[in-house]
């Protein structure tokens, strides 16, 4: 995975993603087994657990909207907000929207950058997010805009890939992840260098239990962090207690 760029410019990840846009379900879905739609079921159904007064809640990096739409099956009276760099992947999450019959006024798109983002400070109940965080590059500066855009006592929840540590999980993942994942992602997409990105993206970005440092330094309280599916990715749940730096 060396050969690979790490660089995180909002135009480079902006344009992967809109050329991978029209197989992103159906591979994410694919190399997952169709575990990542039960993630994000835990994660949301977590967050409302620790919010349940949760009513706006603003998705960054929506993508083409499972997490959002995770979180309105959950929660139907709740309001989300899906805000992405990625114009085709809103495209299809629009689409998506309008196949469920789902109002627009539940579920809002804006294109934008999580890093200076388009709203009001103290907008939010919650702010979330579904392995988009990896791909910023400046973590703790998306700290500092989920922390000014939240209301005071809101919650972030970051769901993200990490890599499993009990080494009978670990080498056979690994294999699958950065050897078969990158394979067939490249094929089914025609763009082999957005799914050699993944892994190698994984491999570089911090590790769970680092979140938390990240998210006290911006005003958080941690409240919950788990692993899902031995390790391979988690959910990290904070709460704003404090005015940021």
Known sequence: MSDVSLEKSPQRIGSMFDRIAATY???NHFL???VDL????????????YAPQTRTALDVATGTGDLAFAALCHQPQAIVVG??????MLRIAEQKRRARSIPERRYGLIAGDALSMPFRDSTFDAV?????????????QAFREFHRVLRPGGHVLILEFSLPSHPLFRRPYLFYFEKVLPR???????????YRYLPASVGAFIRPEAMSAFGAAAGFDPQRIRLLTGGITYYWIGRCTKDGP
């Open 32 to 34: 997952s087994l169709g």
């Open 184 to 194: 067939l992602g490249g094929w089914v997409s025609r763009d082999g260098e957005a």
């Open 38 to 49: 039960w993630w994000r079921r835990q994660a949301v159904q977590a967050l409302w657990r």
């Open 25 to 27: 379900d159906f591979l």
């Open 83 to 88: 805000l992405d760099l990625s114009r085709k």
């Open 128 to 140: 979330m997010i579904a392995y988009g965080i990896r791909n910023m590059p400046d973590t703790a």
